[in-house]
Every structure is written in C-alpha cells, then in structure tokens.
C-alpha cells in the first residue's frame, strides 16, 4: 500500500471514528442538545480536528442522514429484487422493509426525519445536500416503480406513481413521529409495527383494480 492509499484509508477510518461517535451523541442528547465539542470528546479527538472533517454540526448530521438513506435504499431494493413477488405482496413487503428501516436505528431515523423537515438543510454544502436530494429521489423512484409495475400488469388503478410513492413515505414519516410521541407518554408502548402494516394493507386495498377489471398479469422487470 502507498503512502496515498494509506493516508486516504486513515482519514476514512478516522471520519468513520467521528460519525461512529456524532450517532451515539445525537442518540442520547438529540440535535439540539448535542455539540461539536460534546462528539469530539466521545470520539477521542479535539475539535479541531473534528473541523477537518465536518465543518459544522449539521454537516456532521446530514452525513448520518446519508447512512440512513443507503439503509433505505438497500432495503427497498431488496423488496424490488424479489421478483416473484406480485405488486400487491410488494406493498406488504414495503412495510416490512420500512421497519426494518426503522429497527436499524430508531433514534437516528426519528432525528433524520426532523432533520430534513427544518431550516438546518438550506446551511448545508451544495455537494452534501445534493447527495441527499439523489439519495431521497432514488428510494422514492424505487417505491414509485412497484405501482408502476402494479399498473402495468392491469393490477392497479392509474394514480401517479410518483405521488403514491409520497403518500408511501409521507405515512411511513408520519407514523413515525407520532409513535415516538406517544411513546413520550408511555415508554412501554410500541404499536408502529402493527399499525404500519395495517396502513400499507390500507394503500394496497385503495389502489388494487377490482378483480372484473383485472386483465392478466407477467413480470415486467420494473422492480
């Protein structure tokens, strides 16, 4: 290995060290409550050094916001990759994927999708809110090609895709937040698993064609 290689694979290892660390502060303090300094002290460094590499807090978070979104996007390629599945099975398996989403990582995913609801993403960097708006697209691109899918095969009503894919994302958020509120109340109750599943049967029943209106079906390689 030469000198450049190694010096690259040591700046990873150390932006590895420092996001490893922003995630576990960010999961106990939130946004608001956590600091540069307070995730510099976590990940052993200064914060000067922690500069070199992010340079603020919200880039720190936006580059967690990145990781969470690779995580959806692999995931939801996953449910598309499974082409024996009908687009209605796909739906429900959607769901399944977007708690797992969740399960990754719950504190993370509850921060991330405060995140990218505030004024914090204007004050990013053009290249890193570029990533996230690509990333973003992709996963709803994703969702979007399981109606498409559904409505090629004659299985679905004609609704745009890629506004079905926002209502997807929309409830998934939304439930979200609205469970983690709840739970501030009672921290032993947990009902987002059952209750997005109930939402995506809802979603799967509204856009399904009734059954006379069905005319055959075939794979046609959108997801």
């Keep these: 290995m030469g000198i450049a290689e190694r ?12 996001l490893d660390a922003a995630k576990r502060v960010f999961s106990a ?3 608001s409550g956590a600091t540069v ?19 603020n807090k919200d880039e720190l978070y936006a580059s ?8 959806l996007n692999q995931m939801i390629e996953e449910v598309c990759g499974q082409n024996r599945l009908t ?27 405060q995140f990218q609801s505030s004024e914090a993403l204007r004050e990013l960097s ?27 095969e004659k299985r679905f009503k004609r609704h745009n895709p890629i506004a079905m894919a926002d209502i997807v994302w929309g409830v998934f958020a939304g439930l979200v937040l609205w469970e ?20 995506m049967e809802i979603i799967r ?10 005319r055959g079906s075939g794979d046609t390689g959108h997801c």
């Design 37 to 55: 300094e307070s995730i510099a002290e976590e990940a052993e460094l200064s914060p000067a050094t922690l500069y070199l590499y992010f340079k």
């Design 7 to 18: 010096r690259e694979r040591e700046k990873q290892m150390r932006r590895r060290q420092i």
């Design 87 to 113: 687009p209605e099975q796909k739906i429900d398996a959607l769901g399944d994927a977007l708690y797992k989403v969740y399960e990754f990582d719950p504190l993370i995913l509850i921060n991330v999708l």
């Design 180 to 199: 983690e509120s709840k739970r501030a109340l009672n921290p032993q109750k947990n009902f987002l698993k059952p209750t997005l599943k109930l939402a």
């Design 64 to 71: 967690l916001n990145l990781q969470m979104l690779e995580v």
């Design 126 to 152: 053009f290249q890193l809110l570029d990533k996230i708006k690509k990333g973003s697209a992709k996963a709803l691109r994703n969702i979007a090609s399981i109606f498409q899918q559904g409505i090629e």
């Design 29 to 31: 303090k939130g946004f």
């Design 205 to 214: 029943k509204g856009v399904a064609l009734p059954p006379s209106a069905k």
